[in-house]
Nanobody, 118 residues
Framework: QVQLVESGGGLVQTGGSLRLACTPSSSLFNVYNRAWYRQAPGKQLRELVASIRSGGTTDYADSVKGRFTISRESAKDVAVLYLQMDSLKPEDTGTYFC?????????WGRGTEVTVSS
């Protein structure tokens, strides 16, 4: 099973930027459509905020469109998945996870926490 490790979170002021990274343990993750999910504090649901298909097509939740950019390294055997987050808002606060986009793996990483102060 592919293990996923998220990193790059932190505390930032409104309007600031962060770049998250997702490092998979196996190149097997490369064949999946991949996504970033956000779990708001106190909520059980993980919201899909950005996805990238194997062909490179990207899609975003309306709440982050124009502010977040999903990308991946394509030249390496194990491709790191990124999420560039700009113009951050307090409502972007949460724990961010990466996983497969269509049918997430049952085992999730620990996520990386993002806190946006007002």
């Amino acid at each position: 099973q592919v293990q996923l490790v998220e990193s790059g979170g932190g505390l930032v002021q409104t309007g600031g930027s962060l770049r998250l990274a997702c490092t998979p343990s196996s190149s097997l993750f490369n064949v999946y459509n991949r996504a970033w999910y956000r779990q708001a504090p106190g909520k059980q649901l993980r919201e899909l905020v950005a996805s990238i298909r194997s062909g490179g097509t990207t899609d975003y939740a309306d709440s982050v469109k124009g502010r977040f950019t999903i990308s991946r390294e394509s030249a390496k055997d194990v491709a790191v998945l990124y999420l560039q987050m700009d113009s951050l808002k307090p409502e972007d606060t949460g724990t961010y996870f990466c996983n497969a986009a269509d049918t997430p793996f049952p085992s999730w990483g620990r996520g990386t926490e993002v806190t946006v102060s007002s």
